[in-house]
């Protein structure tokens, strides 16, 4: 199968996935104590229900969001809320979190799964909302939302990424593999809440075990009228932003400052995509994430099935500690990721891996000036200039990188990656978008 | 609001002076064991030292031709050029409060291919003279390395060229084969120039014509021959076409440099050359025009210097283009008999302009264009 | 109306111009011509015969100024279809004199068809664009005659300002060069007063720019917003008046004064351009604090200039 | 008096019309190849400078504020045209390097500044003496560049041969005329940084 | 309208005081002007003579233009016209057809002081020619005398440099030899070509015969020191060489050809072409004209 792929830019990272993606996921034994904070979405923050001292069980809503754009918060442990006050968070620095002791003689909770079919899209999408499902490849948008597009949109394609750019990341490898089934029931659940029949799942061509295990159950479900397909992708960084994963699939191009629904589409993860089936059939709120550890600068590598709000120590206990060689702590990919100061933070619903990197996978050397190779533009899928944006900033003028569009910049990361001189090519566009919207302020 | 753009809401806004904090500064109180910095956290392997020793590594046979072919007053003059660029630059760099930055090459590399465009017989001073223009009113003033406009190894060319005409218009060797009586080495050293000085191909092309200078370096063959291997009198670096298409495509494999620049240049100069060069149109000999002076390591070493030439393809070969015409129209029409050097510096000025007029396609920019920025 | 269509404009309205002025031209071209550096090409109405032809006895060919010195053909070569006839000298013409080519008894078909005397000198329109083209270029008035840079200094800070600088300019320029050639050839020199030509010129230039303001605003208020800035500032650019003088000086005609009015002002526009580019550049370099401004727009002139001594030299024709 | 001479220092120095103002900056690159050409023209602009503020100074009650800049234009014509045909007169080979320089007098932007800042508003002899000083400070100008440019150019001072060499010949070409000017400039504003301690902003030319 | 026409009296005024102003300058510095724009031609055809620079000037030297036309009578075809300054300020056109034979001569009403006022010489020759001929100013040489006794020539022409056209002077003795070149205008490169003009490269041509001349080639050897410092009068000054010592120096070498300048073999080769040239179209065309003057028994003034 020839992969298709996004035409502009884009960078061949190592992957490094070797390291994980033979590995079946394993289930993280709770853990002691766990800190949800109240931020892990997109939107406002959730305002806590429980109070301290409160007992709360496994499942139970501790925090909602009622007005604004947000999603619910659950327990994810049966135990006692202990306190709720700031805490380490893996993006914001510090974030109001609630802590749960966990009662070590509380059983876990057990769901019983009912056929979806027979539910209305009003309760497939109450459940969702009800589960505090987000878009868990990164962003941390309510599903809820973006599942009932304005009417205006017409909406003909779901499309699944399965695509996984990220070096290291196995995350979404292991689910295909392990569970095409539930996937692919997810994507129903989602075409029956959207009621459209079309949904392609875009897999890159280096997990070809995934396409096989998800084309089997395909070839077995081909009763309803509903066309799911899987589609091969080009290996190549970042297949998976939205954008380019709808060009490569669709050949539409999101204009700038546009949504997916601009164009007819909706991007769904596949963890989300698990999530949602679980919330529909089992009524199991989203509380426990499927995350790569990896890196070598932990001793076992793995795919761990963790509670949300595992705090990482927790997780480096459990897999036997770091080794010396660790220099640098990545929560999510490497090209995106956001470097750790702590191993107080805790697991969030976004969180999709935890690389612990050992001094031969990063690179720390300072930065020199630009010498204007161009690597950086060539690399951009967008098609912006980083270098520009970068000297501009460097002089003081952010604000005037407006005509580089360095609006539509998402920071992927493949400016930086390629860049001789090490440049921080992403913190200069996230430098000059501040100060854009600071002057338009 | 837990978007990336999050991390930034407790982070002082520092591109102020032109100092920008790389380094994450959340939670600073925790004094963290391990290395916080922006993402992306892997990179490529190449640097920017890396290129520039690997430009140089792949010019280092060409030394060893003009060694073997103009003496140890080559490797001399070479070294010269070198050492004065990197005192230049350190010397500047210190003045202006800046970082010594030595080790990434960009000074090294400067001075190998200053030396590498004068002739080999001019007095050893001279490249210190080039250094200062290449590196200190070039480059440093300017802001340092990537802040150029114009090509630094040409410029200290061109001033060299103004300010010490006769050294650099009468300073050639004979090529070794060329030589009728072996020259003792030790004379290439130690003076006793004038008594060999001969004029280069394109000197004697300027003065008496194409036939003859093809009668004087022996017939057709032997000058395309020669002249492809670098058996003729020229500047240090430039005479051997054959290593610097060797050094060139190396380049080119390690995607150093890309085939835009060197194509449409060494192009534009053979078709130029066949339509005007001869006695009547389309009799030129593209071949001679090409191998003869410094077009090829204009085009390999020169053009593609990263800082001075447009970053984007399209700007590239107008670029090229422009760089082969400016050099034929020099050559056949102007004042010098090798107009390489001026042509490169010529487009250097217009590398600004093109960079602006040839924009990067964007993946479908938003549909209302933004208000223009500021200044309108 | 945009920038750009504004542009487009006058761009149009000088192409126009050019057109307007090209059939002049097509007067003088001569029936012979300048071929290498060493030879003149003859071209006949007739196939010639060869034994004719190639007897360089035949040809007569003396500079204009010199008709008693008769300049010795080396050899004489003939196209296969004997229509143009290559005469060789021993010594390079001098392309900017005019020689008188003299042809006895012309020999076609067996008959002598009869002698021809002609002359030949470079063609019209090959010295206007070779004013042009030096203007511009090769003595950029700018970079190798230092002139007009104060306005080159100030108003080269931003693009669009010395695009539309440069525009304005090589307009007034053009119109400015020719009224003072006018002024010049049918006043000031018939009443032998060439000692008052400072005065008149530069009366003349201001009086055009206050005009030219004043219809501009009333007439155009979009253009006069555009241009009406730059306008004031032109009368106090040096190449404003050095072009006039020159061409009062070197006795031109209407077109060269007019060549060399265009050439110096697209040339200015030219070095705007450029300079407006790399300061914009500038602005984003760690420049050291003592020379940031105008001292290191001083040292990029400084290597503009240097830049452009390849042009040196040049001679299209 | 006292606050004459300081109207006279002042251009000089303080606001050289050359490196300070950066006005006129034309024959300053083109003439400056030697110090005697520097000095010829300098020589002029002190006199025309002179002149045409003491005229300016003199009429100033009878000149119509709306036709004032054609009049300064009118009045600086007048006396570039007069020492146009007086050079000549007094040594011909000079005049001719500078010729053209001497004829475009009339639009140095720093004579009709002058006349617009300040000698229409003074009396004549705080006009004669800041004209002075402004064209005293231009003439300092161009002969410092020239004696740098001949010096380091052509070996020589003045004509007097003083290294026996050529130096760098890039000094004399207009090259040369740009960095020594750039160069001069900042020093000036690094002097200025030192004995202030304010960052310099080096002057708009016009 | 009261303004106007006070802005119209002061403009009045300041133009009228203007123009007076400059009239009075203009008229004050005529004379001047003229004369040194005169002498200035004046001293660089001395000094190519070898006169000034401490050796005066004899009395009785005079130095007379010689102006060429090329006449275009419809009766009598092509013409080349020479005007000569004959005896007592008189002066007179000399016609010569184009095989060398005279063609007639006119008087003219011109003074020798107007010889070199080209506008006045001009219409002076036109009114003298039959209506429908045209005459087309060529060119000038200077023939010098002292008491009737021919001095020397000083000859004008251009040749091709490496850039634009050099324009120098030519000076010869009453045998032809060549005395000294002058390069009055050129556009070399400084440094290189430029040096044309330099003792050294110029001071070669001296004591060129006509035969000389016209089998001068350029050579690219290095200038033997010895002639270099005989060359160069402050070379020879600071070596200590008494004249008789250059002199015999020069000798040696006056067979030599001329030593191209280093790195500038094409601006050597245009001076060298050039000479050759200007010298050579002289010779033929001053014996001509002294044949023809011989022949028409004219008394000129030289």
């Known amino acids: 199968m020839a992969g298709v792929s996004f035409v502009k830019g884009g960078v061949h990272p190592e992957e490094h996935k070797e390291l994980t993606q033979h590995l079946p996921i394993e289930e993280m034994p709770p853990p002691k104590e766990v800190v949800l904070p109240l931020s892990m979405h997109f939107g406002a923050p959730a305002k806590p229900i429980v109070g301290k001292k409160q007992e709360v069980r496994e499942g139970d809503p501790i925090a909602v969001v009622e007005k604004a754009l947000g999603a619910t918060i659950h327990s994810s442990v049966t135990g006692t809320v202990k306190a709720i006050e700031p805490r380490p968070h893996p993006i914001m620095v510090r974030c109001d979190a609630i802590i749960i002791e966990r009662d070590p003689a509380a059983p876990p909770r057990q769901y019983e799964s009912e056929d979806w079919r027979s539910l209305t899209r009003e309760q497939l999408l109450g459940r969702v909302r009800d589960s505090g499902i987000v878009g868990l490849g990164g962003a941390g948008f309510p599903t809820h939302v973006k599942l009932s597009p304005p009417p205006a949109a017409k909406v003909d394609t779901l499309i699944l990424n399965g695509a996984e750019c990220e070096p290291y990341l196995t995350t979404d490898h292991r689910i295909m593999l392990e569970q095409p089934a539930k996937v692919i029931e997810g994507a129903k659940i989602i075409l029956k809440t959207l009621g459209i029949k079309k949904c392609i799942i875009g897999v890159e061509l280096n997990k070809p075990d995934a396409i096989n295990a998800l084309n089997k159950v395909l070839e077995k479900a081909r009763r309803d009228d509903m066309s799911v397909s899987v589609q091969g992708m080009r290996v190549k960084y970042p297949q998976g932003s939205e954008k380019q994963l709808i060009f490569a699939l669709t050949g539409r191009s999101v204009p700038g400052g546009g949504l997916p629904f601009d164009v007819a589409v909706i991007v769904q993860n596949i963890s989300t995509t698990l999530a949602i089936f679980e919330a529909a059939t089992m009524q199991k709120p989203l509380y426990e994430k499927v995350m790569t550890v990896s890196g070598r600068g932990v001793r076992r590598q793995a795919n761990l099935k963790v509670k949300v709000g595992t705090v990482l120590s927790d997780v480096v206990d459990y897999l036997g500690g770091t080794t010396d060689d660790l220099v640098k702590i990545v929560t999510g990919g490497p090209m995106m990721g956001f470097a750790m100061s702590s191993l107080e933070v805790p697991v969030v619903k976004t969180t999709s891996g935890i690389l612990f990197l050992g001094s031969k996978e990063t690179d720390l050397s300072p930065h020199g000036p630009c010498i204007h190779c161009g690597w950086c533009i060539e690399a951009c899928p967008m098609g912006l200039s980083p270098k520009e944006v970068g000297i501009y900033v460097e002089a003081g003028r952010g604000h005037l990188t407006e005509k580089f569009g360095v609006m539509e910049c998402f920071e992927c990361g493949c400016c930086a990656f390629v860049c001789p001189a090490k440049r921080p090519l992403v913190q200069f566009a996230r430098l000059a978008k501040m100060d854009i919207k600071r002057r338009g302020a | 609001m837990m978007s990336h753009r999050g991390l930034l809401i407790n982070q002082k806004f520092t591109a102020e002076g032109g100092k920008i904090e790389t380094q994450d500064p959340r939670t600073p109180e925790m004094g963290a064991a391990w290395a916080v910095s922006v993402s992306p956290h892997i990179r490529k392997g190449f640097t920017t030292s890396q290129i520039m020793w690997t430009v140089i590594a792949t010019l280092m046979p060409l030394l060893l031709m003009s060694i073997y072919n103009f003496g140890f007053r080559a490797l001399l003059l070479t070294l010269v050029s070198v050492v004065s660029c990197l005192v230049v630059e350190a010397i500047s760099q210190k003045l202006l409060g800046r970082p010594l930055s030595f080790r990434d090459g960009s000074a090294v590399l400067t001075g190998v291919l200053m030396a590498f465009v004068i002739p080999p017989g001019v007095p050893y001073w001279l490249p210190a003279i080039g250094a200062v223009a290449a590196i200190f009113i070039n480059k440093e003033l300017m802001g340092g390395l990537g802040f150029n406009v114009w090509n630094p190894a040409l410029v200290g060319r061109a001033l060299m060229m103004a300010s010490f005409p006769v050294a650099m218009t009468a300073g050639w060797l004979p090529s070794r084969p060329f030589s009728e009586a072996a020259v003792p080495l030790t004379q290439y050293v130690y003076g006793g120039l004038d008594a060999v000085s001969q004029a280069t191909p394109l000197n004697w092309m300027k003065q008496f014509g194409l036939q003859s200078m093809i009668e004087k370096f022996g017939g057709l063959d032997k000058v395309y021959l020669d002249f492809f291997v670098g058996y003729m009198p020229g500047c240090i670096g430039e005479t051997s076409a054959l290593l610097i298409l060797i050094g060139g495509l190396v380049l080119l494999g390690m995607r150093i440099i890309t085939w835009h620049i060197p194509v449409s240049n060494v192009v534009t100069v053979a078709a130029l050359t066949w339509v005007f060069g001869g006695d009547t149109w389309f009799s030129g000999d593209p071949l001679i025009g090409v191998l003869s002076g410094g077009v090829m390591l204009g085009a390999f070493y020169m053009a593609t210097d990263y800082v001075t030439s447009p970053t984007l393809k399209r700007g590239q070969i107008i670029f090229g283009i422009g760089v082969g015409a400016l050099t034929v129209l020099i050559r056949l029409k102007g004042g010098y008999p090798e107009g390489v050097c001026y042509a490169i510096l010529l487009m250097n000025c217009l590398t600004p302009a093109l960079d602006e007029w040839f924009k990067p396609a964007r993946f479908a920019p938003p549909k209302q264009a933004p208000v223009a920025a500021a200044g309108k | 109306m945009s920038v750009r269509a504004l542009h487009t404009r006058v761009f149009l309205a000088l192409a126009i111009l050019v057109l307007l002025v090209s059939p002049v031209f097509a007067d003088f071209v001569k029936d012979g011509s300048f071929g290498k550096d060493k030879s003149l090409v003859v071209d006949f109405g007739v196939p010639v015969d060869e034994a004719w032809g190639k007897d360089k006895a035949n040809y007569k060919v003396f500079e204009k100024t010199d008709p008693d010195i008769v300049l010795p053909v080396e050899s004489v070569s003939l196209d296969p279809k004997r229509l143009t006839a290559e005469l060789t000298f021993k010594d390079p013409l001098n392309r900017s004199a005019e020689y008188v080519v003299e042809v006895k008894d012309i020999m076609s078909e067996g008959k002598a068809v009869g002698s021809g005397k002609f002359l030949v000198k470079k063609a019209r329109a090959a010295v206007l664009f070779g004013i042009i083209l030096a203007a511009m270029l090769i003595n950029n008035f700018v970079f190798t005659k230092y002139l007009g840079l104060c306005i080159f200094f100030g108003v080269s800070q931003r693009k669009d300002t010395a695009i539309g600088m440069g525009i304005t300019f090589t307009i007034v320029m053009c119109l400015t060069a020719i009224m003072c050639w006018a002024l010049f050839r049918f006043v000031l020199e018939p009443l032998r007063l060439d000692f008052l030509k400072i005065i008149v010129f530069i009366g003349t230039t201001a009086i055009f720019v206050q005009a030219a303001d004043t219809i501009l605003r009333k007439v155009n208020p979009f253009l006069f917003k555009r241009l009406g800035v730059y306008l004031v500032l032109i009368v106090t650019n040096c190449i404003i008046l050095a072009v006039p003088l020159i061409n009062a000086d070197s006795s031109h005609g209407p077109f060269e004064s007019l060549s060399l009015g265009v050439g110096a002002g697209v040339g200015f526009a030219i070095a705007l351009f450029l300079m407006a580019c790399v300061r914009e550049k500038l602005e984003l370099c760690r420049v050291p604090r003592t020379f940031a401004g105008l001292p290191i727009a001083f040292v990029v002139t400084g290597l503009f200039a240097l830049a452009f001594l390849g042009f040196s030299g040049l001679s299209l024709f | 008096m006292h606050s004459n001479i300081k109207l006279f220092w002042n251009g000089v120095i303080p606001e050289n019309p050359i490196f300070r103002l950066a006005l006129s900056m034309c024959p300053a690159v083109a003439v400056t190849t030697n110090v005697k050409n520097g000095l010829m023209l300098g020589l002029a602009v002190v006199f025309v400078q002179v002149c045409s503020s003491c005229t300016v100074a003199i009429f100033r009650s009878l000149i119509h504020p709306r036709i004032r800049i054609p009049a300064y234009v009118l009045i600086i014509a007048l006396w570039v045209s007069v020492i146009d045909m007086v050079l000549p007169v007094i040594d011909i080979e000079i005049y001719k390097d500078v010729e053209l320089f001497v004829k475009l007098i009339v639009v140095f932007a720093i004579i009709i500044s002058r006349l617009e800042l300040f000698a229409s508003k003074e009396p004549l002899l705080p006009s004669f003496f800041d004209g002075a000083g402004m064209g005293v400070g231009f003439l300092f100008g161009l002969c410092l560049i020239g004696a740098i440019r001949e010096l380091s150019g052509s070996g020589t001072i003045l004509g007097h041969e003083l290294l026996g060499f050529r130096p760098l010949l890039i000094m004399i070409l207009p090259t040369g005329g740009f960095f020594v000017i750039g160069f001069i400039m900042a020093a000036f504003n690094y002097i200025e940084y030192k004995l202030t301690g304010k960052i310099p902003t080096s002057g708009g030319a016009h | 309208m009261k303004e106007i026409l006070k802005i119209t009296v002061s403009l009045t005024c300041v133009c009228i005081s203007a123009a007076l102003i400059l009239g009075a300058v203009y008229t004050q510095t005529f004379e001047p002007r003229q004369r040194i724009e005169k002498k200035e031609k004046q001293e660089i055809i001395n000094s190519l003579l070898g006169f000034g620079h401490g050796k005066e000037r004899p009395k009785d030297f005079e130095v007379y233009p010689v102006n060429r036309y090329v006449i275009e009578d419809p009766e ?223 008394q000129i003034a030289f």
Do not use: C, W
């Open chain 5, 76 to 298: 009598a075809g092509t013409l080349i016209g020479y005007v000569v300054p004959l005896k007592e300020s008189q002066t007179a056109l000399v016609r010569i057809d184009l095989a060398g034979k005279p063609a007639g001569v006119i008087p003219l009403k011109a003074k020798h002081e107007d010889l070199l006022d080209k506008l006045l010489l001009n219409s002076m020759v036109k009114t003298a020619l039959p209506k429908n001929a045209t005459a087309t100013f060529a060119g000038t040489f200077y023939v010098a005398d002292i008491q009737g006794k021919r001095y020397g020539y000083v000859l004008e022409g251009t040749t091709q440099g490496f850039k634009t056209f050099i324009n120098m002077m030519v000076s010869l003795d009453a045998k032809l030899t060549v005395t000294g070149v002058a390069i009055v205008k050129s556009e070399e490169d400084p440094g290189l070509g430029d040096e044309i003009k330099q003792d050294f490269f110029k001071n070669q041509f001296v004591g060129k015969t006509l035969e000389m001349l016209a089998a001068l080639k350029v050579v690219k050897d290095p200038l033997p020191s010895d002639y270099l410092d005989a060359l160069v009068p402050a070379r020879a000054k600071k070596a200590g060489l008494a004249p008789d010592k250059i002199e015999e120096i020069r000798k040696k070498h006056v067979k030599d050809d001329i030593y191209a300048l280093t790195g500038a073999t094409i601006s050597s080769r245009a001076v060298t072409t050039g000479v050759q040239n200007t010298v050579s179209k002289f010779s033929k065309r001053f014996g001509i004209l002294n044949s023809a003057i011989e022949r028409k028994n004219l």
